[in-house]
């Protein structure tokens, strides 16, 4: 967020047990994700039974704190389902091939029976395993980003050695939206340029999830204002994820859209890894910005 911007309004609705609409579901085939979009009347705990899930292991599979605070509209990642098994190691069997047979990784498998050395098996050797717990990487690529979006973002010309640094912003309120950021910077904080950062990643609320925005200031090539510091701004990409990441995490959509969006910007800027930053990490007065629950390397290392 920009620096002394008042926190919003908090306002996080209840969801009230009505008649739930009814979502069928078939079943899910092992390592693959689904998303649930909450209904009206729907709390966590009905949509993790739905799911066979446990409603702790929902909230936190999609960074929930506090599992009584969920949103009509809000998006759910639902967990590929697992199962604990043991299994006996035969002859002629190796770490990986197991790995492969059960749908799951022989990291994992390693790690959860205390091997150090994945060579080192034995048959008859009885192994805790995990089935179904591979997740298939999505690659963020360019291709990642929309095509409309990509063709926006790619359209300005830049000038060679124009930025030097990437920084990221969360909105500190998950219920923004792009014109009513709009309007503040513009009318509040009276920025004639209005919107203070070239991009924003919608978090599901009131922006699509994961939707990157391309900003004014990003297709005329200017200065941001989202820096305390006039040569900072000058020079530093601004990138905002709708959200309040000292409560939740970003969403999957928008930690890949961000993935993705620094990957096509470092390729097209030059900015190296380094210099891709916080807010807090690079803002000369002391910012909680993009609050503690965001882990920058985390995201763009996955
Ligand atoms: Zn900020």
Redesign the pocket.
């Given at each position: 967020?920009?620096?002394f911007l008042a926190r919003g309004n908090r306002r996080t609705g209840r969801v009230v047990v009505m008649a739930a609409a009814a979502i069928l579901w078939f079943g899910q085939a092992l390592g693959q994700a689904a998303t649930h979009t909450i209904q009206r009347g729907e709390t966590l705990g009905v949509i993790a039974k739905k799911y066979g899930l446990s409603t702790t292991a929902l909230a936190a599979h999609n960074g929930i704190a506090n599992p009584h605070r969920v949103k009509v509209g809000q998006k759910l990642t639902i967990p590929a389902k697992t199962s604990t098994i043991t299994y006996t190691v035969r002859k002629g069997d190796t770490l990986s091939s197991i790995a492969k047979k059960h749908n799951t990784t022989t990291a994992a498998i390693a790690k959860a029976n205390g091997i150090s050395n994945p060579n080192a098996i034995k048959p008859g050797q009885k192994l805790k395993i995990t089935v179904g717990s591979a997740t298939k990487k999505t690659k963020p690529k360019p291709s990642a980003i929309a095509g409309s979006t990509l063709r926006e973002i790619n359209r300005p010309r830049i000038r060679r050695k124009r930025w030097k640094h990437i920084v990221i912003?969360?909105s500190a309120d998950s219920n923004n939206s792009i014109r009513g950021m709009e309007h503040y910077h513009r009318r509040v904080r009276r920025m004639e340029n209005g919107l203070a950062y070239h991009f924003v990643i919608g978090n599901g609320v009131k922006t699509t999830d994961g939707k990157i925005y391309v900003g004014d200031r990003w297709k005329r090539q200017i200065r941001g204002g989202?820096l305390a510091s006039s040569a900072l701004n000058e020079v530093a990409i601004g990138i905002?994820l709708v959200g309040n990441f000292e409560k939740t995490l970003p969403t999957a959509k928008q930690r890949t859209s961000l993935k993705a969006l620094v990957s096509l910007l470092r390729n097209r800027t030059g900015v190296p890894y380094s210099q891709v930053r916080t807010?807090r990490h690079i803002n000369p007065k002391p910012?909680i910005?993009?609050g503690r629950r965001f882990n920058l390397r985390g995201i763009l290392s996955t």
């Amino acid at each position: 967020m920009l620096m002394f911007l008042a926190r919003g309004n908090r306002r996080t609705g209840r969801v009230v047990v009505m008649a739930a609409a009814a979502i069928l579901w078939f079943g899910q085939a092992l390592g693959q994700a689904a998303t649930h979009t909450i209904q009206r009347g729907e709390t966590l705990g009905v949509i993790a039974k739905k799911y066979g899930l446990s409603t702790t292991a929902l909230a936190a599979h999609n960074g929930i704190a506090n599992p009584h605070r969920v949103k009509v509209g809000q998006k759910l990642t639902i967990p590929a389902k697992t199962s604990t098994i043991t299994y006996t190691v035969r002859k002629g069997d190796t770490l990986s091939s197991i790995a492969k047979k059960h749908n799951t990784t022989t990291a994992a498998i390693a790690k959860a029976n205390g091997i150090s050395n994945p060579n080192a098996i034995k048959p008859g050797q009885k192994l805790k395993i995990t089935v179904g717990s591979a997740t298939k990487k999505t690659k963020p690529k360019p291709s990642a980003i929309a095509g409309s979006t990509l063709r926006e973002i790619n359209r300005p010309r830049i000038r060679r050695k124009r930025w030097k640094h990437i920084v990221i912003h969360h909105s500190a309120d998950s219920n923004n939206s792009i014109r009513g950021m709009e309007h503040y910077h513009r009318r509040v904080r009276r920025m004639e340029n209005g919107l203070a950062y070239h991009f924003v990643i919608g978090n599901g609320v009131k922006t699509t999830d994961g939707k990157i925005y391309v900003g004014d200031r990003w297709k005329r090539q200017i200065r941001g204002g989202h820096l305390a510091s006039s040569a900072l701004n000058e020079v530093a990409i601004g990138i905002c994820l709708v959200g309040n990441f000292e409560k939740t995490l970003p969403t999957a959509k928008q930690r890949t859209s961000l993935k993705a969006l620094v990957s096509l910007l470092r390729n097209r800027t030059g900015v190296p890894y380094s210099q891709v930053r916080t807010h807090r990490h690079i803002n000369p007065k002391p910012t909680i910005c993009p609050g503690r629950r965001f882990n920058l390397r985390g995201i763009l290392s996955t």
